[in-house]
């Protein structure tokens, strides 16, 4: 069996993010990589979206970029600005295409369905996959969306809606999220914080139909593309091997109390990246242990109060919007850390606190 310097077990958003990451720095002129992934085609599947906080591989692969957002409760919206770090969204059929384009042309990178083709006994491996089946009670950010065209012009395309709680709850945390990358074609999806075997994910169609007809007044619309998505509010648990990194979300890049995964991704490719020659002796990339403290005790209050989630993130965004999206997107120093806190319902957060 054919043996390869260095394995990708995954060939999604992680994996092929640290290959082209690797790449484009030639860390394969004289190493081979074997990419692990069963899909037969590339194709758009998945839409990424996070603020420009750093430099990315990715801008040619961005559909639109906005530096105005709403958060909605009942009653009640807040318009913020972020133009210092706009708010972007990858295509991922861009994204594949980019960077398949580019692997194919290096014959040191080799792409395969199962990981039972080739021999792993002498090679390092970066694994983004992981068995998360048998956490369905635990709480996911699971979501479905539709990106629907217009015959005439309904949508602002300089301003996204981040969440709209004005919407039913079913005893759990609930928002509609609108992209609009023009004024007659936007992704709208429901997203749900709640366990897996929670009825939210059972009508999301009825859910979107009936947002966009009764909500947005949009009586007819063409739908050209959907997707559906779980992300797991926790960290897998992994056992530590020789020779091996995880990497993605099963390395502990998703925010917990967001779901944002993108950008960390490409912060630990990067690591990757200035450490490959001494790989094997340096430690993990991780996301700064103090926001996972936080989100910890974020997931404890959503768990226990989620009808008082949508005011609790309304009230964030009273902060300054720098202050939010540094501190969403891993960036906060601590006097943005307290700005953010001294925003939140004292003694619900300090009962779980102690």
């Known amino acids: ?51 420009k906080v750093a430099a990315h591989n990715f801008e040619d692969c ?32 861009l994204f594949y295409e980019k960077i398949i384009n580019t692997l194919k042309k ?15 006994k002498n ?13 369905k009670n635990d709480l996911w950010q699971h979501f479905s969306g539709i990106e629907i065209e217009t015959n005439k012009d309904v949508f602002d395309n300089q301003i996204f809606n981040l969440m709209d709680f004005d919407c039913e709850q079913r005893n759990s945390v609930h928002f509609f999220y609108t992209l609009p990358f023009s004024t007659k074609n936007a992704l709208i999806e429901t997203t749900w914080i709640s366990d897996l075997n929670h009825p939210s994910n059972q009508d999301y169609s009825i859910q979107l139909e009936d947002y966009i007809k009764n909500k947005l007044k949009i009586k007819n619309y063409e739908i050209k593309f959907k997707e559906t998505g779980a992300i797991p509010l926790f960290h897998p648990q992994n056992i530590k091997k020789i020779n091996q990194m995880e990497i993605g979300t099963a390395g502990g890049m998703t925010r917990l109390s967001t779901g944002y995964t993108f950008m960390n991704i490409q ?47 309304f009230k964030m965004f009273n902060c300054s919007p720098s202050t939010v999206i540094n501190f969403l997107s891993n960036k906060s120093n601590i006097y943005e850390d307290f700005s953010i806190i001294l925003k939140m319902p004292k003694r619900v957060f300090l009962k779980e606190l102690f």
């Open 1 to 51: 069996m054919r043996e390869f310097d260095y394995i990708i077990i995954g060939g999604g958003c992680a994996g092929l993010s640290l290959a082209y990451e690797l790449e484009i720095h030639e860390k394969f002129k004289n190493k081979t990589l074997a990419i692990i992934e069963p899909r037969n085609d590339y194709i758009r599947d998945k839409t990424w979206s996070f603020w």
């Open 62 to 93: 961005v559909k639109h970029s906005w530096s105005n957002f709403s958060v909605n409760i009942p009653n009640q919206t807040k318009y913020v600005k972020c133009d210092n770090s706009p708010y972007q969204s990858i295509d991922s059929g």
């Open 106 to 120: 290096n014959t040191n990178i080799n792409f395969f369905k199962s990981i039972n083709e080739i021999s792993t």
């Open 267 to 313: 912060s630990q490719s990067k690591y990757i990246r200035e450490n490959f020659e001494n790989i094997q002796k340096v430690n993990n990339f991780n996301i700064n242990s103090k926001y996972k403290f936080l989100d910890n005790i974020f997931l404890k209050v959503l768990k226990k109060n989620s009808e008082k989630m949508p005011e609790i993130f």
């Open 123 to 135: 090679s390092f491996i970066f694994n983004s996959v992981t068995n998360v089946s048998d956490s």
